[in-house]
């Protein structure tokens, strides 16, 4: 699970007065155990493992630093035998997402290769076409997820994404799909984070059973924090 912000949320737990008593007293309990409804500042929690997908959607450097923290976080908490980081790009968002080279979790198949960090849609189709094989084939390591970053300004084939998200909870694969607004993104995408323009706020809607988390403060990382975390990881 990785988190993504946080907000006022409904406690998960009540009290129940038990019957009698003077009114007055009932109420002035009610009032004090009423005040304790809602927990302040609560984490807003992603399990990408479970959704298998989300999508990030906003203005682009809010996207950027939404989506550096979520990987980070997977990176930190999962070891490279557990995790495998990929990411598909553009060329105009490499410079936000160059530092992720630097994760052991980015498997490099030679000194000068970028291994599973590319560029550019014929790459972009070809990795997560390899992807899909692998799903396909069980060739991927027992116990071990691979979670891919899609830069959605790349318009991959429609046909190739719905296929990789209809089978990413069943095949170790979580995706985190980084667009310019929600109407951009993908249909199957499980989970949906709206980034507002103007604050760092956050709507988050998990669309299968539709709940959802309004005007939660969002998380973030700046590109340096990112590269310098990355590098100690390195």
């Keep these: 699970d990785v988190r993504i ?3 006022d949320q409904p406690a998960r737990s009540r009290i129940a007065l038990g019957a009698g008593g003077s009114p007055e007293l009932r109420q002035e309990a009610e009032a004090a155990l009423g005040r304790h409804d809602t927990v302040r500042s609560v984490p807003v929690i992603v399990p990408l493992a479970q959704w298998g997908s989300v999508g990030i959607a906003g203005p682009r450097d809010r996207v950027d630093a939404l989506g550096r923290w979520i990987v980070l976080q997977a ?3 999962q ?3 557990e995790l495998r980081i990929c990411a598909v790009l553009s060329p105009a968002r490499v410079g936000a997402w160059d530092w992720l080279k630097w994760l052991p979790h980015v498997r490099a198949h030679s000194p000068d290769d970028d291994g599973e960090l ?3 849609g014929p790459a972009a189709t070809a ?3 390899g992807l899909l094989v ?3 084939s069980g060739s991927q390591a027992p116990g ?3 979670l891919v970053v899609v830069d959605g300004s790349l318009t991959p084939d429609a046909r190739l994404v719905a296929r990789l998200l209809g089978v990413a909870v069943a095949g170790g694969v979580s995706v985190a799909w980084l667009a310019e607004d929600s109407a951009s993104l993908p249909n199957g995408m499980a989970a949906i984070v709206d980034l507002d323009s103007a604050a760092a706020r956050l709507d988050l809607v998990e669309v299968t059973s539709g709940v959802t988390v309004s005007g939660a403060s969002a998380d973030g990382v700046p590109l340096a924090v990112a590269e310098a975390t990355a590098r100690a990881m390195a």
Excluded: M, N, Q
Aim: cysteine-free; overall charge neutral.
């Design 5 to 7: 912000g946080s907000a």
């Design 75 to 77: 990176a930190i908490l």
């Design 79 to 81: 070891p490279p035998s």
């Design 118 to 120: 590319v560029v550019g």
């Design 127 to 129: 990795l997560l076409e």
């Design 134 to 136: 692998e799903v396909a």
């Design 144 to 146: 071990r997820r691979t």
